[in-house]
């Protein structure tokens, strides 16, 4: 690890949205200096979960170095890393795969600024869409006019493998400048896989049932799992607002707002085996000893404002609640969200899972050269 006179390697979060890849920076003893995206819904919560962030709401297709770096309180050759994770609806194969769709260019424009401020590395997080068909082509052009940079990817990993209690099946893309950084390779990236895999069970089994209030106890378990513990400890340094602080002290968790369902709705939920999917709503319902599959985002306004279809819980005839999915996400519950359910789901399910990123950042934070 670092020697103590080390400064923290200093990153740039592009597309931060809720926040995810920011909170697994933090965790692996980086320090985010600026954290930049376009949708006000996304990063609501951004501030109060991390206070002495610097955000700003820019579209990143014109955004300009020297106002990201004004942002960023710093000069280029203070930036040691930038990371995000593009929006890959254009990409997704469970959506249109669209190639004139507008988003697919903001992938272009995360390496544009990776070219000007030639950061020592750069990490990108997007759906294995990426490398098929013409998505394939986008990308490769995109990274075209990259140089100094050894590029190791597209590796497809999976943030259960990392140590999440969800299948979600990521592709990165990381390049390191080599007079900067040791040598990193695609071996030590999938070395990185967790030999305990964790179960929905273990995520979110003490968590309460669904409330009209805002927060509730959690359940009087007479074993509660290691992952469940972690996600109720108090925020590190600079993290947090006193509200989830205040939570966490007194053993409180938010996120467990109730939705209603009509009673034939819940007699058809009720009726659904874990591991299967509700015929009319097809919501699957978690299995208590497996991990939860993808959790799925829906869009904003500008795209319909769709909801995403929600797993069922293992055994209640119900979706699960913001602080489950925040669970199985790799969130931990003094984290924040929207006061809407609808956007809070967005912000889970575009999110990349803390727990994979922090596995990653720890990594390359270890190659970097002390000079």
Same mark, same amino acid.
């Given at each position: ?13 592009? %597309?931060?949205?809720?926040?995810? /890849? ?51 309180? $710093?000069?280029?050759?203070?930036? @040691? ?20 769709? *507008?988003?697919?260019? +903001?992938?272009?424009? /995360?390496?544009?600024?990776? $070219?000007?401020?030639? =950061? &020592? /590395? ?5 759906? =294995? ?5 013409? $998505? ?9 006019? +990259? ?9 497809? #990993? ?19 400048? *080599?007079?900067?950084?040791? *040598? ?7 070395? #990185? ?7 929905? !069970? ?34 590190? !340094? ?24 009509? =009673? ?36 904003? =306004? ?15 005839? !119900? ?13 931990? @519950?003094? %984290? ?8 809070? %789901? ?16 720890? +990594?390359?934070?270890?190659?970097? &050269?002390?000079?």
């Amino acid at each position: 690890m670092y020697a103590k006179t080390m400064r923290s390697p200093k990153v740039i979060d592009l %597309f931060c949205g809720a926040g995810g /890849f920011s909170l697994g920076a933090y965790n692996a003893g980086l320090k985010v200096i600026a954290s930049v995206d376009i949708d006000d819904k996304l990063t609501s919560s951004y501030k109060s979960n991390f206070p002495h962030g610097k955000l700003l709401l820019a579209d990143i297709s014109t955004l300009r170095i020297n106002s990201l770096l004004k942002a960023a309180d $710093a000069g280029a050759a203070d930036v @040691d890393g930038i990371i995000g994770g593009p929006p890959c609806q254009g990409f997704s194969t469970i959506g249109k795969r669209n190639a004139a769709d *507008p988003r697919n260019g +903001l992938l272009r424009h /995360f390496f544009r600024i990776v $070219a000007e401020v030639r =950061p &020592k /590395f750069f990490l990108m997080e997007n759906v =294995p869409g990426l490398i098929a068909g013409v $998505a394939k082509g986008i990308f490769d052009k995109a990274v075209s006019d +990259l140089d100094g940079y050894t590029l190791i990817g597209p590796v497809c #990993l999976d943030a259960h493998d990392l140590g999440a209690p969800t299948h979600r099946k990521r592709i990165v893309v990381l390049g390191y400048d *080599p007079n900067r950084v040791e *040598p990193i390779t695609e071996a030590e990236i999938k070395s #990185l896989s967790c030999s305990e895999k964790l179960t929905v !069970r273990d995520a979110i089994a003490d968590l309460p049932e669904p409330s009209s209030h805002s927060a509730g106890p959690y359940r009087n378990l007479k074993t509660v799992s290691k992952y469940a513990m972690r996600a109720r400890s108090a925020p590190g !340094r600079g993290l947090g607002s006193a509200a989830s602080r205040q939570r966490i002290v007194t053993g409180q968790v938010s996120g467990i707002q109730i939705t209603q369902h009509a =009673p034939k709705v819940i007699e058809r939920f009720r009726r659904v085996p874990q591991g299967k999917t509700d015929d009319v709503s097809r919501c699957v319902r978690l299995k208590w000893d497996s991990a939860a599959p993808t959790l799925r985002a829906g869009t904003g =306004p500008d795209k319909g404002s769709f909801q995403s279809v929600r797993p069922l819980h293992p055994v209640r005839p !119900r979706v699960i609640t913001i602080r489950e999915a925040a669970r199985l996400q790799g969130f931990p @519950d003094w %984290f924040d969200f929207h006061e809407t359910k609808w956007h809070s %789901f967005r912000m889970i399910g575009n999110s990349v899972s803390p727990i994979m990123a922090e596995a990653l950042l720890r +990594l390359i934070a270890k190659k970097i &050269k002390k000079i």
